[in-house]
């Protein structure tokens, strides 16, 4: 899950967007403030056929003027809201869960006996494909694979495509662990069924097998996530671990009990030669490997403001990375985008808004030390390589998953909105901004001392057109992220907005 400090903190919108800063490297010193920067201008495309060539060091401005926004827009029409609940997430829910219940019904039947006789397989084998699409290093091969092999050249559809399967691949996650959920309570059942064939040890290790894997994907509810944070880590991670041992003694002592014989026989060539064995096995393994890249570093935290705090970790990044940080080794890690200039970098930063316990305590009490996972997992950003050209807009906090992107790559654009960002964000931030955009791909926007909030779609609209932008990247907080989307759907341009159902 991404944390609330990368989707935007609420007081920091409702700004949308931002009208450019035009800014030279040679006329800005260093202690020149963002809002210090001269009126903002949008840029024409300079890939364009039609821009006029220029001197090297000139700049051909075309001038927008965009209105403070005081009337909400009417919401888009149902069709377009449709499509847009109706996400590639859900797609995959629904095709998993259809997959499974289909599956479950004819084996119910009898029609199917395979799963019958081999139920555990149906179990395992899911929760291990669930377990997969949340596994950082697994879904770090995924990003790597395509962003190679498909990069630029490949059809717009099909480069989109990608980066929606690749942010949706919790609809997988959620599918599988809800079906093999489903496919234990039919597997304890059918034990049941038959007591008098099975040991009491093996129903009893069922029965707690599923009290305890129900309770793990009940606490991992969107509505839990999002609104009880620290319930949905101890419950989720804790109670996965507790069912990964209670899944261990179930298939052991399943595989070792003979029903024709109503005796055990702890053979343990036979239980390796059981699929659930392996499928156990690949389980444990990548939860595993995520926990063994943890460490405990050495941080620096500036607090520019009592709304932020900005972590400065040594080593630089590839952009579009997320990391996952906590004050213990093990309890309530929480999820930042990290914001590097590179893997040349001497350091990454982290941008946290105060939202809740955790970001307030580092303000409070700023550590020394934090735990971290060395491997890094990727978000939507790290597709960007896929494209040509694009814009990556955010509001507040939200410039923590954005940033990266643009400073590591020509091709991108920045629109940031938040309130007096210099003041709030701090000298780091705001110099990593002026030394690495140039004035023609950077718009911010001070909702404070504009004093109100731009059309943000007529903004996004000119900045794509001028731009000559492929795709569309958002973060921000529900209200802003909900605006954006509908609009850009509307507008046939294609976007990439922040979640809250994976």
Known sequence: MINDAEKGVPDQYPVA??????????????????????????????????????????????????????????????????QLWFNTYRKFFTVVMTVNLISIGLAIANIWKYPRNYTGAFVLGNLLVAILMRNELFGRFLYLLINTLFAKWTPLKFRLGCTSVLQHLGGIHSGCATSGFLWLIFRVATILIHHKNNHDAVLVMGVLTNVIVGGSIASAFPWVRNTHHNVFERHHRFMGWLGLMSTWIFVILGDSYDLETHAWNPDGFHIVRQQDFWFAFGMTIFILIPWLTIREVKVE??????????????????????ARISRSSIMEYHAFGIISEGVHAKEHYLICGVQGDFTQSLVDNPPTHLWTRQMKFAGVSNTSTLYRRGIRVCTGTGLGAALSTCLQSPNWYLIWIGSDQEKTFGPAIAGLIRNNLGPERVTLWDSKARGGRPDTMKLIKEVYKSWNAEVVFITSNFQGNQEMMEGCKEAGIPAFGTLWDF
């Open 17 to 82: 967007v931002a009208l450019p800063v035009v800014h030279s490297s040679s006329s800005i010193s260093a202690t020149e403030t963002l809002s210090s920067m001269s009126a903002p201008e949008i840029l024409p495309n300079p890939m364009s056929e039609k821009s006029p060539s220029r001197a090297p060091g000139t700049t051909a401005k075309v001038a927008l003027s965009i209105p403070p926004k005081k009337v909400m827009k009417p919401r888009a029409g149902r069709w377009i809201r449709f």
């Open 301 to 322: 935290i500036e607090i520019p403001s009592p709304k932020v705090a900005i972590i400065r970790f040594e080593r630089g990044m590839q952009q579009g990375l997320l």
